[in-house]
């Protein structure tokens, strides 16, 4: 497998063909009548992203064939935007949910953020070894473009607050981002995460109850937003994550730094 950036149209219908499968095939996101036509998860952002690919180089898999390309078949992928390009083009996706104006006007224009989003993987290939070259793919992006800070939403699946009170209290009183790094969801969509008090809490129940998403972005060291986003067209609970750089773990960019270098 390989982890490259798309660089023409197909590639990158190809990934939203792969959201797609699993967002609304597999899980229970609801299309537009535009998606279900064309099999295609897509929206206006997917213009001016960055499409992260994770692709199987195996011609003789046994791929739908909806995902291949000349060189292999998509397995992976996220969606970037970086601040820059956001700017220019409207605002950022996350803007929707989150009231993230207040911390990038805080943090100066030295500060250079890159907004992730639309990560999935097809369901096979979800092992660490498409997790890690996910996260290798971002960490050469991030060092290419000399960017400062990752932000962007993370589900829970359901739509039900109280049902998924274990996590959202979990993430709220063990990882709420410090005050100078704090984004809140915006106050029409605001949901409380402080479900449960802390002394309350499983903390090993608490990390099973979580994706695999949210857990790998715990490891990094990310920090996670004041309050929760019901997103009903995804049946999801969306949470907000911000990623200083400075932030990841050592063990980790150790890691990224080791894999870039071999490049």
């Known amino acids: 497998m390989e982890v490259r950036l798309a660089v023409s149209s197909e590639e ?3 990934s939203q063909k792969l959201r797609y499968k699993v967002f609304y095939q597999e899980m229970s996101a609801i299309p537009d009548a535009a998606m279900k036509r064309a099999g295609r998860d897509m929206d206006d952002f997917d213009s001016i992203c960055d499409h992260l690919l994770v692709i199987e180089r195996d011609l003789n898999a046994n791929h739908d064939p909806d995902l291949r390309l000349d060189d292999g078949s998509v397995v992976g992928t996220y969606r970037l935007l970086r601040d820059v390009v956001a700017t220019a083009n409207g605002g950022f996706y996350t803007a929707d949910e989150f009231d993230i104006a207040p911390l990038i006007e805080a943090r100066g224009p030295k500060c250079r953020f890159l907004e992730l989003g639309r990560s999935c993987v097809l369901k096979p290939y979800r092992t660490k070894p498409t997790v890690e070259l996910l996260w290798q793919g971002i960490w050469n992006y991030v060092d290419d473009h000399k960017l400062d ?6 589900s829970l699946e359901g739509v039900d607050p109280d049902a998924l ?3 959202l209290s979990f993430l709220h009183h063990h990882r709420l981002a410090p005050e100078e790094w704090r984004v809140r969801a915006l106050p029409d969509r605001y949901v409380e995460m402080n479900r449960l008090p802390e002394e309350a809490i499983d903390v090993r129940d608490a990390m ?10 715990l490891r990094l060291g990310a920090y996670f937003g004041d309050g929760a986003v019901i997103d009903y067209q995804f049946n999801t609970t969306d ?8 932030a990841i773990s050592e063990r980790y960019s150790s890691h990224f730094r080791a894999a870039d270098e071999a490049r």
């Open 149 to 154: 800070v990752m932000f962007g939403c993370a």
């Open 165 to 167: 009170e274990l996590p």
């Open 12 to 14: 990158i219908e190809a």
């Open 208 to 217: 099973r109850s979580l994706p695999p998403l949210i857990k790998g972005y």
């Open 239 to 246: 949470v907000l994550i911000v990623l200083p750089v400075t």
